[in-house]
């Protein structure tokens, strides 16, 4: 249930935002060579805004994990007092690069580009205006007018629609080059990426993505059995617990055999 949320809970959540760009804005540096100076093809904000959209869609991931997180894990319980928080400056991180992307990239992404043609326009659009709407319905004088299990209902849905956005728009976009740098891999380098044997940042956000996805499906119709369309919460038993933790630990590695594999794919 919702919380009143204290400055506390947004300076942690502000500060795992600050260190996830700062590290994502290193890879990328170390991928492309520079990162606000790049060749005169580049936009000076085209690298900013991969670290920044890499970072704001981690955590809205984060936020979507935390739930079957403090569910199967006692110890992490305390996790729960900042998704809000976690969930609002992913948000916003997402919205400024749908700003970015539209407004201050006219070298790679001129605005003829987004029209509504476009599917990944659309879903990232969609997914958007969904964040907006989550974002107004989470301050508190608007959950006080609201029925409580309304409100959980519009949240816990509109969180689902923006994953499920999110990976439209992501995959619709970049499924086929990535599946040209796993086959072929990134070629030589070029003014533009110095390092094309490192994976490019949005295939390892997403596969982070596509996991808490899988973790959150999982849970839908194995545990719960109950996709969650009714308000009614579901008690969770120590035999369900167990299954939903074996679940998540085992998918987890899974994940980091995965992580080794495309990381090393063309490295040495
Ligand atoms: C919920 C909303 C959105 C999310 C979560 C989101 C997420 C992402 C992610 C993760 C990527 C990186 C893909 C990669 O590098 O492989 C990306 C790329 C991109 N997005 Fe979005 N996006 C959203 C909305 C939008 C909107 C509304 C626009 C347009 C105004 C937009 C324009 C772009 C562009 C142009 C790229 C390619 C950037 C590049 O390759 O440098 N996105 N988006």
Known sequence: ???????????????????????????????????????????????????????????????????????????????????????????????????????????????????????????????????????????????????????WFLQRWGLRLVILFTLIHVFAMKWSGWMKWLAQGGGKPTAELANPQMAGLGILVMLFVTWVVIVRLYESVFIFRNVGLTIKEIAMDERLKARGRCFFIGSFWILVILYALVITRWLF
């Open 1 to 151: 249930m919702h919380k009143p949320s204290s400055t506390r809970d947004y300076l942690v959540a502000l500060l795992i935002a600050t260190a996830l760009t700062a590290f994502f804005s290193l890879y990328l540096f170390i991928r492309r060579g520079y990162l606000f100076d790049g060749p005169p093809t580049a936009d000076a904000l085209y690298v900013p805004n991969k670290a920044i959209v890499g970072a704001g869609t981690v955590l809205l991931a984060f936020t979507f994990l935390i739930g079957p997180i403090v569910r199967y894990f006692d110890r992490f319980d305390q996790w729960l007092s900042y998704r809000k928080e976690i969930g609002i400056v992913g948000g916003l991180l997402v919205v400024s690069h749908a700003i970015i992307s539209y407004f201050l990239l006219p070298l790679k992404f001129p605005s003829s580009r987004f029209t509504f043609e476009s599917v990944p326009f659309v879903a990232g659009l969609i997914g958007v205006a969904l964040l907006i709407f989550l974002f107004i319905i989470s301050f508190k004088k608007v959950i006080e007018v609201m029925d409580g299990s309304r409100w």
